[in-house]
């Protein structure tokens, strides 16, 4: 994709490859985390995070959420570098790559494909992947004497600005786009005040934001592209890659027809 802009926008982004399940990853874990460190990831941590079933709380109760929900604890192994801008989320049936630096899409997918081979290596190699997944953060954070109409396309604006005169707490939009032996890519805009915040399903383990990110406060709009492909196949990293070089551009689509010519002009100034 070419060389990253001066400034630009994208504070995390995150790419996911979920596989066949490792019900004896911990024992395989010191020898990975050698690989993690001496591939630019000394940091390490393991964490548990429970997640609940809602689903099948109300399918088993007839339509009635029960007492006790469902819940699932999940480990987490999780591999960052020095600076704690970049790492590696570990599962028992996934691999993350996360980053708060991102440069281009080649180096990410570089790194992404650096932590897989790690993880098939240790193992014994990895039978199938059965679901692709990268996620892009930008944060919209309008100059003084700018606003946000110079930077987004009017769809994305929403009612307030039909209504200037009223005060809004946040504006949001969503739009699912599909493409067929691609994938599919959900793009959320919210525009809000104050400061540069994460989705309520997405937290960087581990990661701190850039300074421009993190001590920005003021209106601004979070652009949440959100791409997968879902779909059992033998593991192989060129086909992989492949793939997620595609969903790439589907996802890069969604966010430059989301963005005025403007835009792009400032983040590289």
Request: glycine residues 8%; hydrophobic residues 40%; charged residues 20%.
């Amino acid at each position: 994709m070419g060389a990253k802009l001066k400034n630009a926008p994208v504070f995390f982004s995150l790419g996911q490859i979920q596989h066949n399940p490792l019900l004896s990853l911990e024992n395989y874990i010191p020898a990975i985390q050698e690989s993690m460190r001496k591939a630019g990831y000394p940091g390490f941590n393991r964490t548990l995070r429970v997640a609940f079933n809602l689903n099948q709380a109300l399918a088993g109760n007839e339509g009635a959420p029960s007492e006790q929900l469902p819940s699932e604890r999940i480990e987490m192994f999780v591999f960052t570098n020095i600076d704690s801008t970049s790492g590696f989320v570990m599962t028992a049936n996934g691999l993350a790559f996360q980053t708060t630096d991102y440069q281009n899409f080649e180096a990410f997918w570089a790194e992404l494909r650096k932590g897989l081979e790690i993880l098939s290596t240790a193992v014994g190699g990895l039978a199938f992947a059965e679901r692709l997944g990268l996620r892009y953060l930008d944060a919209v954070m309008p100059k003084a004497g700018e606003s946000l109409s110079d930077y987004l396309v009017p769809q994305l604006l929403g009612l307030p600005t039909c209504m200037p005169t009223a005060q809004f707490a946040y504006s949001f939009s969503e739009s699912l786009l599909i493409a067929e032996n691609v994938g599919r890519v959900t793009s959320r805009t919210v525009i809000q005040e104050g400061g540069i915040g994460f989705p309520p399903d997405l937290q960087p383990l581990g990661l701190n934001l850039l300074n421009r990110f993190s001590s920005f406060k003021g209106e601004h709009a979070i652009l949440d592209t959100d791409g997968s492909f879902a779909e059992r196949r033998p593991f192989d990293l060129d086909e992989i890659g492949t793939h997620m070089d595609k969903l790439h551009d589907l996802a890069s689509g969604c966010f430059k027809a989301s963005v005025m010519p403007h835009a792009s002009k400032a983040w590289n100034e």
